[in-house]
């Protein structure tokens, strides 16, 4: 089994207050910790030959894009569609892949400054990796959020019943449907537009 687990907290910001060294930061924690740990031990699981598991945690963040947090929410989306990629691509090798979509769980990713390489510090703002950042609502949402152990719990459930997304937030399902809604109304408006009348009839991308 492999479980990419690894997270980090950057500064929430609008657009053109972006700043590359969180955008790197986040994109080399969130995204390529994911990528390596993959090509690492994917080959391993494939050679032992019994099949196994393969766990993303992304965050509902990867569901629903998340305002000012343009980094976060870019490296859990891509974390969603790659464990939906390889949920495919894997089957036949009796691998089974699900991604982790929580939302706020009591953990200590509001103190993850204290593990951030110094490449990844921006000079110019003079940041001390040694001193605490200062108590923000992410970091009270995050102290509120539900117990770690709750959700490894919710895994070992969702494992055992072969599920491709967990989900460990119930009450999040409105949001997400939303967006859903959003999705196919779109999809309602390219099928009747008289540009596209060309091309409605053509096969759907299925991959099994």
């Known amino acids: 089994m492999l479980v990419n687990n690894a997270g980090v907290a950057s500064a929430p910001g609008p657009i053109e207050k972006t700043n590359h ?12 910790g ?12 494939k050679e032992h030959g019994e099949g196994g598991w393969v766990i993303n945690v992304a965050s ?8 000012y947090a343009g980094a976060y929410t870019a490296t859990k ?14 089957a036949k090798h009796d691998i089974d ?6 939302a706020f769980v009591k953990t200590r990713i509001h103190l993850s400054h204290r593990n951030r390489q110094q490449e990844h510090f ?19 949402f995050v102290e ?14 969702a494992l055992n019943a072969k599920e491709l997304y967990i989900f460990t937030h119930p009450a999040q399902r409105e949001v ?10 779109a999809f309602e408006r390219a099928q009747k537009s008289p540009l596209l009348a060309d091309v409605t009839e053509q096969s759907p991308m299925i991959f099994d």
Request: charged share 25%; net charge negative.
């Open 60 to 67: 509902m963040a990867g569901m629903i894009g998340v305002p």
């Open 21 to 32: 060294k969180d955008w790197n930061w986040v994109i080399d924690v969130y995204l390529k």
């Open 176 to 185: 997400v449907q939303k967006r859903f809604k959003a999705i196919d109304d």
């Open 77 to 90: 989306v891509a974390v969603v569609g790659m464990s939906e990629a390889w949920n495919v691509e894997l």
């Open 122 to 140: 921006d000079e110019q703002r003079k940041v001390d990796p040694e001193a605490a950042p200062k108590h923000n609502a992410a970091q009270e």
């Open 34 to 45: 994911v990528i390596y740990g993959a090509e690492a031990i994917v080959p391993l699981i």
């Open 97 to 102: 892949v699900s991604v982790l979509c929580p």
């Open 144 to 157: 509120n959020g539900i117990a770690a152990e709750l959700v490894g719990k919710r895994v070992v459930e």
